[in-house]
């Protein structure tokens, strides 16, 4: 009990006292920058990213601010290895490999956030998935032919190894104390260098996983420990789809004659570093683009009277990393195990879609291609028809037949089966940030979020929209594309003109993009929720990185639960307790009561069949074999670093006392007896004699 | 429990052991004779005259006094060094590895033992989990005591047996080869499978031969130390943070009622073993001296140490002569069969034999599968891995944890052992000779250094140390009570509680002082 | 990696220590004994003066309060060992075959003394040392007047916890002497010294390190002299040493 007692105590005392925090010494010696960094990723041949080393990189502060400057790194380091501190102009193919090939003097590179001068800062290849894609065919997307290419200012940065961590820091305070420690111990009497004590980084971000996807596989599934570890896991997650009407329940599977039309765009973005990246261009826009479509579609056709066909919208995800989420949708489709069992419908094959219509990159919202392998009629029939209300709303569309197709999800279809009936919605592409981390709403037409505070479940008059929007508002010409091509699926359902003066809802548009560019404290978000009130989001954008296989990621399940409140129809006379089993489900809708809608929406499994095929050939390409390394943890720290000197100098007084020490105590020791007057007996253990 | 000191034998092992004529001139006399001397009658002349009488055979009668009682204290001190020692090691080993090794300092998964797993934020709640986790553990380790107990009390030494050597085998191979494995990880060092499971194979087949037959000292104390730091690290990985406390505080209490109420399990267990005047599994109890037991006589064995037995068998004069000074007398002792200690034989033939046996094996690979299917056998046939293991461990644990201040032997310290197999009345045990010396169980090895592992799990160095002179602190009173008391001690309570005194104290009170201090570089 | 500098500081401090333990202690069990119980009642102190500081601390800056508080507990633990070897003096004569021990006196003193003085070593910088095995060195946040070679953080405390060491062994046997043979001058030489280097190592704060640095290791003189006399020692003694004769 006293054990017990005494225990209780000491807790009530530490509990009581929150006491005098003082700061241990180690903590004065270290300031932590906020950042993130490069990450290392794998797929079958290679490893991408970058990595520190184990236990952290440690180099000296040096700040970039011309090309010039890159000289003294290169050519004449005097106390290496050097951090150098990379504004994003600068932060270009050319100087990043010769910092590489300089490597053994540069143990971090530092990028800083400084937009002013920037006018395109894009990592990915020219020609993003080149390998997934219609392979061996002649006149795909070619580095050597700049006008087949889709990412012309690609630097292909994130597709290479470094032998150093890349830290990125954004916050402009953080910037300015590891520029201030610069000045004060880095900044000037460079030769003198190697005889000061200086103000240094240290990058921790080491990457367990090596070599190449297949390697770390092996390693992580070996089952030969008690402590299982992973050294890196599959990039994977979910695609989402929601079909226009509900599909009929089923008991047995059977194949059936049902006829489809798919609307398809991706929904994850990427870029260099960890948790950053927004996307806004390159993937938002055709994103938000077919959620109005949905919703549109799904408010003009609440029943599918005397409509033979359906609709079904699919996100995909992990398509940045060669079709990830496409290429397992085909996959389950092949083995007819799409839908799964559980939802109790009809598996789909290839033969039950009419066609597909594909969402693109649309840079250029005015001037629009449709994109086709084969002529296909349903296609044709489908652009005659874009073309026309295309026109109405100041559209230009054009049929293009062309092997050198869009890097989108058409291609994984695309390459099963050549002939398959799809259509790929695109612009010129003209993004200067893609995929990286500038592509965010100022790229997206200088976005500004309206606020305008309006039920957006509804659609809007032109003239409505017209008096809360600019017609060169982003909102706007993404609301012209969604009803345009909302309209044209209608005909083509349909068979019948549109007649409706009401469409798709800018300031739907609107939330979106405040959602996933700005907050996911928004409306839309809330009012997909089973109860909103009170509830109080993460004040970030969602990430939209396709990431691993660790519970669902914000952006699929806000993809889920939009879904769900947009591509449904509403049910009356059913209270909130009665509506729990799927596919009904309650949403508080925009004015928080809340509703019961009839759901359609689902989710598949996004995850390469590379890693579910029994012995799967990793060199064979068929499939995406992105992995993502694990690692322990990532974080930097500003610190001085003593110079040699100083570290020799202790070193030195360190060791002659020590060696002092013991000669003279062995001196005294032996020569205690003259030493100390004594006459006392010696203890055996002693030696009695005098030294000397 | 656990320390138990197993005080000198009563009359009746006196008696008993007249029959031996060897043994007869052997006295037990305890320790402590502070009580009893007056301190003015130690003067230089009466300790002149002990050492004299060192040399010579002392008079057989039981009755030498306080004289040398006396001298049992001069080689107390002695021996609480040699347990220093050793416990330091083995905090020493811990604390290095979780300063190191990240694994063992993470928690993540628990064991069965303690389904509380302290989520809540509320001290409180947190505070009953990790009292009701501490008692479910505790009450485990009870029934185990009690069902050793009673297997001892029916004799059923083969079924005791087969559990230590069962459970030995565990920590020997899968701890070892978790540690081997983590600290790899830990320094980022790749190796190979074959090397790997040389190594493992070497390392358990070695100590299995240390701990239960034979083997150098060095190396039985050396196996025993790594043991207890392994126990004492799986004790601090697996166990949720509050409950490491609440275990340590609560065993401390149980070692109490267990060693000293008159029907406390150990109690008993210590006063059967004095009865039967045996020693207490050896393979769980650390001793500043030699400890061999013999298990499972096999024919070539016992022939060839018959033969080495009579080789090494000094006489009187020889072993008389042997320096008292640092102890080495001490470490001479306690051989059954052969003395392996002595100059002249450094590694016995047997021992270098089965070693190198041992080595040839490896390299079948056939054996290696065997070996390797019975591992995994055993790891995976239990619902969660650590399952057999811990349920044999806890008892363990209470047997190992045993301090023994034998009777100083006033005939003759450094006296050689030169029994023969003639003189083991039962083949599979060893009868005890009584070593001198105190003997600490592994149990107290692996508590203490759960202490100050996980004190020093938190990165602060003064609380590390303050926690470590706190046992030693606590150790030496035990030894002195010990002394004064001459019968068997818990060795838990006092350390434990001064430990945890100064672990809070010094984490609470002291760190926010001292580090004020050095940052201002202000000197006391 | 500045491993070196904790190398370098570790022996610094430690080396002394090292050798006195393992060239005078390390062979009798009773004085190691001593020796960690000397280390255990200098913690005591630590933990009654920084209690003591600690309850003040909320109320105001107690700093200077906590280090002449420390200073009093100090020294009444040095006289609490004083006591407590004193009276098992005979006692411990049943543990030891060493005679020497109890013959001379000094020896119990500076046993003790050495651990007094290791342990107080051991709480004021083995944080420190731990903080050095980093990448980093001190100064990231002063002024830069401060940096090395002008002023070296790591090598300043090291050399000031030696001599902290140092005086405490000197210390322990001067009082010890005192108050044998109630020789109040040596008791009152002890405390005062005490608190002289005690707060004198306040201005370091200030920058003030060379004035610190040449006050302490000045005392350590001194009170080392005084010790040399006490234990018997003398001039005559010193050049007989000295010359080998």
């Known amino acids: 009990m006293v054990g017990i007692l005494h225990l209780s105590v000491i807790f009530l005392i530490q509990g009581l006292l929150p006491g005098i925090n003082s700061e241990r010494l180690g903590e004065q010696m270290y300031s932590s920058i906020a950042g993130t960094t490069c990450f290392r990723r794998l797929n079958a041949t290679h490893q991408t990213g970058c990595s520190s080393k184990e236990g952290g990189s440690v180099g000296v502060l040096y700040f970039i601010e011309n090309q010039q400057d890159f000289g003294f790194l290169l050519d004449s380091p005097t106390s290496p290895p050097y951090a150098p501190v990379i504004p994003p102009e600068l932060f270009t193919r050319e100087n990043l490999l010769k910092l590489k090939s300089a490597a053994k003097n540069i143990s971090v590179v530092v990028l800083i956030n400084k937009i002013d001068k920037l006018t395109n800062f894009t990592h990915q290849l020219q020609c993003p998935n080149q390998y997934s894609g219609l392979n061996g065919t002649q006149g795909t997307c070619d580095v050597s032919r700049p006008e087949t290419v889709w990412n012309p200012q690609g630097t292909g940065l994130m597709h290479e190894d470094f032998p150093f961590p890349i830290h990125y820091i954004a916050d402009p305070l953080e910037i300015e104390k590891i520029r201030k420690c610069f000045k004060k111990f880095n900044d000037f009497e460079y030769e003198n260098h190697p005889w000061r004590s200086l103000c240094s980084i240290e990058v921790q971000s080491f990457m367990s996983a090596a070599g190449n996807s297949e390697i770390c596989n092996r390693r992580s599934n070996f089952i030969n420990n008690l402590s299982p570890v992973r050294y890196c896991d599959p990039l994977e997650g979910k695609n989402i789809y929601a079909t226009l009407f509900p599909r009929p329940q089923t008991v047995e599977r059977v194949e059936t004659t049902e006829k489809l039309i798919l609307v398809t765009c991706r929904l994850d973005s990427t870029s260099m570093f960890d948790e950053t990246g927004l996307g806004a261009k390159d993937s938002l826009v055709s994103y938000i683009t077919l959620l109005n479509v949905a919703h549109m579609l799904a408010k003009v056709l609440p029943k599918n009277n005397g409509i033979n066909k359906n609709v079904m919208f699919v996100v995909f995800n992990g398509e940045s990393y060669d079709y990830i989420g496409s290429q397992r949708f085909v996959y389950e489709m092949q083995k007819h195990n799409f839908p799964y069992v559980h939802t109790r419908t009809n598996p789909l094959s290839f033969e039950n879609i009419d066609f597909m219509i594909d969402l693109g990159v649309l840079d250029d919202f005015d001037n629009l291609d449709v994109y086709t392998l084969t002529d296909v009629p349903q296609i044709q029939e489908f652009l005659a028809k874009l073309k026309s209300i295309g026109k109405q709303f100041g559209l230009t569309v054009n049929g293009k037949k062309t092997v050198n197709l869009p890097p989108t999800s058409a291609q994984s279809f695309l390459r099963e089966q050549e002939s398959f ?257 004594e006459e006392l007996s010696r203890t055996e253990n002693t030696v009695s004699e005098v030294a000397c | 429990m656990d320390a138990v000191v197993s005080q000198s034998p009563s009359e009746s092992q006196n008696s008993q052991r007249n029959r031996s004529p060897k043994r007869n001139s052997q006295n037990y006399g305890a320790t402590s004779t502070r009580s009893t001397d007056v301190p003015g009658t130690s003067t230089a002349e009466n300790s002149s005259e002990r050492r004299r009488r060192r040399n010579h055979p002392p008079t057989p009668d039981g009755g030498g006094g306080g004289r040398e009682d006396e001298e049992g204290l001069k080689y107390g001190a002695q021996h609480v060094i040699k347990l220093f020692t050793p416990v330091s090691l083995c905090m020493l080993v811990v604390v290095a590895t979780i300063n190191t090794v990240r694994f063992y300092s993470t928690k993540d998964v628990y064991l069965l033992y303690t389904p509380f797993h302290e989520k809540s934020p509320d001290p409180g709640t947190k505070f009953w989990n990790a009292l009701a986790n501490s008692l479910i553990l505790m009450s485990v380790i009870v029934v185990m005591t009690i069902f050793l107990i009673f297997l001892y009390k029916k004799r059923f030494y083969k079924v005791i047996h087969g559990w230590l050597i069962l459970s030995s085998f565990m920590l020997l191979y899968i701890f070892s080869y978790l540690y081997l494995e983590e600290l790899l990880r830990a320094y980022n060092i790749p190796m190979d499978y074959p090397t790997s499971i040389l190594i493992m194979w070497n390392f358990g087949v070695a100590g299995m031969i240390a701990i239960h037959w034979k083997g150098p000292l060095r190396l039985q104390q050396a196996y025993l130390i790594f043991v207890a730091a392994l126990m004492a690290l799986v004790f601090i990985k697996y166990l949720p943070e509050w409950t490491t406390w609440a275990v340590l505080a609560v065993i401390s209490i149980w070692d109490l009622v267990a060693v000293l109420s008159p029907k406390g399990p150990l109690r008993i267990l210590v006063e059967t073993a004095q009865e039967r005047n045996e020693q207490i599994f050896p393979a769980l109890i650390y001793s500043s001296a030699v400890l061999y037991t013999y298990m499972g006589v096999n024919l070539e064995t016992q022939e060839r140490s018959g033969s080495v037995g009579s080789n090494a068998l000094p006489d009187n004069d020889q072993s008389g002569t042997a320096s008292t000074s640092d102890g080495t007398g001490a470490e001479a002792e306690g051989t059954p069969l052969v003395n392996y200690n002595s100059q002249r034989h450094g590694i016995s033939n047997i021992f270098i034999l089965t070693f190198c046996f041992c080595f040839v094996f490896v390299f079948l690979l056939f054996k290696y599968f065997v070996i390797f299917v019975l591992f995994y056998l055993i790891l995976f046939s239990t619902a969660a891995g650590f399952t057999q293991e811990w349920q044999s461990a806890p008892s363990d644990r209470i047997t190992r944890r045993q301090i023994e201040v034998q009777a100083n032997d006033a005939n003759n310290p450094s006296q050689y052992r030169t029994v023969t197999t003639d003189n083991v009345p039962d083949p599979a045990f060893q009868p005890s000779e009584e070593e001198r010396g105190i003997k600490l169980g592994l149990g107290d090895f692996i508590f203490y250094s759960v202490l100050v592992g996980k004190a020093s799990s938190y990165g602060d160095w003064n609380t590390t140390i303050a926690c470590f002179l706190a046992i030693l602190i606590g150790l030496c009173l035990t030894l002195l009570l010990l002394a004064v008391c001459r019968k068997a001690l818990p060795a838990l309570p006092i350390s434990i509680t001064f430990g945890l005194i100064f672990c809070f104290a010094t984490n609470a009170v002291i760190k926010p002082f001292t580090e004020e201090l050095s940052s201002r570089q202000i000197f006391i | 990696m500045t491993v070196a500098e904790f190398f370098g500081c570790t022996f610094l401090v430690f080396g002394p220590v090292l050798s006195m333990f393992i060239l005078t202690l390390a062979n009798d069990p009773i004085r190691i004994i001593i020796f960690i119980a000397a280390a255990f009642f200098w913690l005591l102190s630590l933990l009654v003066s920084s209690l003591i500081w600690f309850l003040l601390s909320p109320l105001f800056d107690a700093l200077i309060v906590g280090v002449v508080v420390s200073v009093i507990c100090q020294e009444a633990a040095r006289y609490l060992v004083f006591e407590l070897l004193r009276r098992t003096e005979t006692g411990l004569l049943e543990f030891t075959d060493n005679n020497s021990i109890i013959q001379n006196k000094h020896i119990l003193a500076y046993v003790s003394g050495l651990g007094f003085g290791t342990s107080s070593g051991i709480f004021i910088l083995t944080n420190v040392l731990a903080d050095m095995v980093g990448p980093a060195t001190y100064g990231l946040n002063i002024d830069e007047s401060q940096i090395f070679p002008k002023n070296n953080f790591f090598l300043i405390s090291s050399a000031l916890t030696l001599a902290i060491v140092l005086l405490n062994t000197f210390w322990n046997i001067i009082l010890f002497d005192g108050c044998k043979h109630s020789n109040y001058k040596k008791i009152v030489y002890v405390i005062f010294t005490h608190f002289f280097v005690s707060l004198i190592s306040l201005l370091n704060q200030q920058g003030y390190h060379v004035i610190t640095l040449t006050a302490v290791y000045l005392s350590t003189i001194v009170t080392g002299t005084i010790t040399y006399k006490t234990v018997g020692g003398s001039l005559q003694n010193f050049t007989k040493f000295i010359t080998c004769k």
Request: proline residues 5%; glycine residues 4%; contains cysteine.
């Open chain 1, 421 to 677: 009936p799809v259509g790929i919605l695109s612009s010129k592409p003209s993004n200067a940030f893609y995929h990286s981390i500038y592509d965010d709403a100022v790229n997206l037409m200088n976005f500004t979020y309206a606020n305008k505070s309006l039920d957006f479940t509804s659609l809007m008059s032109n003239d409505l929209a017209l008096s809360y929007f600019n017609e060169t508002d982003v909102q706007m010409k993404i609301r012209n594309v969604a009803t345009v091509l909302a309209i044209t699926l209608y005909e083509t359902l349909t068979l019948k003109p549109f007649k409706g003066d009401e469409f798709v809802n800018p300031i739907l548009i609107d939330e979106v993009l405040y959602c996933f560019l700005e907050s996911q404290n928004c409306p839309l978000l809330k009012s997909t929720l089973r109860s909103s009130k009170g509830v109080v989001l993460p004040p970030i954008p969602p990430p939209r990185y396709v990431s691993v296989a660790n519970g669902l990621r914000e952006a699929t399940i806000w993809t889920y639960r939009i879904m769900g409140l947009l591509v449904s129809q509403k049910m009356k006379d059913i209270e909130k307790d009665n509506c729990t089993v799927p596919p009904l489900n309650w949403y508080s809708g925009y004015s928080g009561d809340g509703e019961c809608r009839l759901t359609t929406q689902n989710m598949t499994h996004a995850r390469s069949p590379a890693f579910d095929i029994e012995d799967y050939d990793w060199k064979s390409g068929r499939y995406s074999t992105w992995t993502e390394s694990t690692w322990q943890q990532i974080s930097a720290r500003i610190f001085l670093r003593p110079s040699k000197t100083q570290e020799v100098t202790t070193l030195t007084i360190g060791i002659v006392v020590l060696i002092l020490s013991f000669a003279l105590i062995f001196l005294i020791r032996n020569g205690s007896d003259v030493l100390f007057n």
